[in-house]
DNA sequence: ATAAAAATTTAGACTCGTCTAAAAATTTTT
DNA sequence: AAAAATTTTTAGACGAGTCTAAATTTTTAT
């Protein structure tokens, strides 16, 4: 069996990894689970020995195929319990990830297969981010952000990349969730926010800071 | 905040406290917990620091208003997801408690309050035990076991004493469910088993040792 | 009332995950 | 190509929770 800690580790190589390219360095670890780099250091030492990841000495880490299967399935349980709060416990999307950050270290195959029927199978979790499958199979999306969309055209909201809740209700305030229609009506060249129109009904202004974290298509 | 390993002990205490008379001993905690005296002795040193229970060396140990009230906490968020897991996931009594061992210790006001809510505030867990109010307080019941029970009385399974997988498989098996109605039609005289018919349907004989576990109105 | 037995606590050690400070390797700058 | 800056690793320590072995206290038996 492996730790909470170890699975954490996991799980943060594997989102790290995903977003740049090449290893994972020490101290973007460090910084994301909110340890010191020599901390980082010491478990990537133990990480290795029990072949989560191959890791070369100062040259930074990437997950074996075992890895990034226990990864994946830290990051299914995450998010099947995330719709579990908000869909059935009417949670809002800025409270989910907390709790989901413990629920997700709850060790039962029997328990998130049956949570899994239990909410429908469902393909996305409350921020619009694909749930692996069981067999640990990530879903491939391509989205594109907000701040990407040409003038005229009309997209759909789809998820957001960052999941901070402040910004998750800041979006609530300004009506911007998951599934509505946005159409952009009007980039301004000087600081890149979007006006655009929500649902066919009301205009509103997007900041670029925003339309960037806004997963559409 | 406190930790697993202290909840754990507080919430043991108060299940040895309940079935005895006086001070919880060292070594019935050690039992209980799996641990040795030696450790135990440690965490008590520990507890009585932090005012959670009263300790005197070598005299036994009992909880204080803090402690109790924390227990209780713990107790409650442990029946709570036993519900869940049997009710909504369809989990069986056999399987549910291991689950919520881990599962009572998830830290939200909020999501106990929440899924307390969506199961339709329920008063008793899996096993027939009664869910501590929100407020601390543990519902007094008083059931008789079935091997108190004199011939010719109909009574109804509410609870078992025996919580082991082993023992409710059995249960299950000869169809003494939660809520079946249990005529006492015999006692043997040599080994006090019963002779019992079923919801007026079946008779079958429960030994001493099973009948002794069973919780009946 | 002693002696023996049992229960409990203390002493010292270990693992896990963390830290700070110092050393070593790598990368960047000049 | 050195020197400087940065990143990473190592060394040594600590707290939580556990262990075994030894010391101490309480209980039981003689
Ligand atoms: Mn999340
Ligand atoms: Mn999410
Ligand atoms: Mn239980
Ligand atoms: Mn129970």
């Known amino acids: 069996m ?9 799980k943060t190589i594997y989102y790290l990894a995903a977003r740049q390219e090449g290893e994972v360095t020490t101290n973007s670890l460090a910084e994301m689970t909110a340890t010191k780099a020599a901390s980082v250091s010491d478990m990537l030492r133990k990480l290795a020995e029990k072949q989560l990841i191959h890791y070369r000495k100062y040259q930074g880490v990437r997950l074996t195929e075992e890895g990034e299967r226990l990864a994946l399935k830290v990051i299914r349980r ?37 949570l899994d029927a239990f909410l429908g199978y469902p393909q996305f979790d409350p921020h619009g981010d694909p749930i692996p499958s069981p067999a640990g199979q990530m879903p491939t999306v391509e ?9 005229g055209e009309e997209v759909q909201v789809m998820g957001v990349l960052e999941h901070s809740p402040e910004f998750l209700q800041h979006l609530d305030k300004t009506g911007l969730n998951l599934g509505c229609r946005v159409l952009v009506q009007d980039v301004n060249a000087f600081d890149k926010s979007v006006s655009v129109q929500i649902n066919h009904e009301k205009t509103l202004f997007v900041s670029n800071e925003v339309a960037r974290n806004l997963l559409v298509n």
Not at 143 to 151: A, D, F, G, P, Q
């Open 78 to 114: 995450h998010r099947i319990w995330e719709v579990f709060l908000a869909e059935k416990l009417g949670f809002g999307w800025d409270e989910v990830h907390e709790m989901a950050e413990e629920l997700e270290h709850i060790r039962s195959e029997d328990l998130v297969q049956k």
């Open 2 to 10: 492996h730790s909470f800690t170890e699975e954490n580790y996991l």
């Open 143 to 151: 989205y594109t952000k907000l701040s990407e969309v040409t003038i």
